[in-house]
């Protein structure tokens, strides 16, 4: 019997840890943290230069990172300067460890 899971009550703690795990889901989205982690912060087009991939590849991957909060952008006009969000990263390092122990 399949059952509807919608009613469900998970705890915040969960939730953030499936929408993190869900961001981490691609292998160029690990790739690129593992970068931003080593240089703290760069530009799309050193991305670009990084991994080959098209622009508009490692945006599409650097707006899902963002969007979830692993990441932060800086406008530096005409570009985008990214970095960890360390905030966020301590609390997903944090969420992994736990549910891994």
């Excluded at 795990?21 to 982690?37: F, V, W």
């Excluded at 799309?44 to 990441?71: C, M, R, W, Y």
Aim: aromatic fraction near 8%.
């Amino acid at each position: 019997m399949k059952r509807n899971l919608e009613h469900i009550k998970y705890k915040e703690d969960t939730k953030t840890l499936a929408k993190f795990a869900k961001a981490l889901g691609h292998p160029t989205r690990i790739a690129i943290l593992k970068h931003l982690e080593k240089q703290s912060c760069c530009f799309t087009g050193d991305l670009v230069d990084v991994f080959p991939l098209a622009q508009s590849t490692i945006s599409q991957h650097l707006k899902e990172l963002k969007n979830v909060g692993l990441i932060q952008g800086e406008l530096k006009p005409p570009k985008i300067k990214y970095c960890i969000n360390q905030t966020n990263w301590k609390i997903a390092k944090s969420l992994f460890q736990q549910f891994f122990d």
